[in-house]
C-alpha cells in the first residue's frame, strides 16, 4: 500500500474509488454555495472533485471543454456571475439543482 501525503490526496484517492460519495460531495458542495455564496470555497470543492475523476485533462478530453478554458473558470473570479444568476434563477422559480449519478440510473434499467 502506498503512502497518502496529505489529507486532499487522501481524499481525492477516497472519491475516485466511490463514485456515489463522490456524488454525494458535489451535491453537497453545490447545496453550500447556494446558501452562502462562497465562491472561493465552491472552486475548490470542485477542483477537489475533478482531479478525483481523473483531473482537468482527463474531464476537457471527455467534454470536449478547452483545457485553458476550464482551468480559467475553476480559478476566476468571473464564474461568479454566471453561478449568481443561476442560483437567483433558481430560487425565482422556486427550483433548485440536483446533481445525481446518471451512470447508476443506466446500470439499474
Known amino acids: 500500500m502506498r503512502e497518502i501525503g496529505n489529507w486532499r490526496e487522501y481524499f481525492i484517492e477516497y472519491l475516485a474509488?466511490?463514485?456515489?460519495?463522490?456524488?454525494?460531495?458535489?451535491q453537497l458542495?453545490?447545496?453550500?454555495?447556494?446558501?452562502?455564496?462562497?465562491l472561493p470555497f465552491f472552486l475548490k470543492c470542485l477542483r477537489t472533485f475533478i482531479a478525483?475523476?481523473?483531473?482537468v485533462v482527463e474531464i476537457c478530453k471527455r467534454t470536449g471543454?478547452?483545457?485553458?478554458?476550464?482551468?480559467?473558470?475553476?480559478?476566476?473570479?468571473?464564474a461568479a456571475q454566471l453561478l449568481d444568476t443561476f442560483s437567483t434563477l433558481l430560487n425565482a422559480l422556486k427550483q433548485r439543482l440536483v446533481i445525481e449519478d446518471t451512470h447508476a440510473k443506466h446500470l439499474s434499467l
Open 52 to 55: 478525483s475523476q481523473g483531473g
Open 29 to 38: 458542495t453545490l447545496e453550500e454555495y447556494l446558501t452562502d455564496d462562497d
Open 65 to 78: 471543454i478547452d483545457t485553458e478554458t476550464l482551468l480559467n473558470m475553476l480559478s476566476n473570479e468571473d
Open 17 to 26: 474509488t466511490d463514485r456515489e460519495a463522490a456524488i454525494d460531495y458535489l
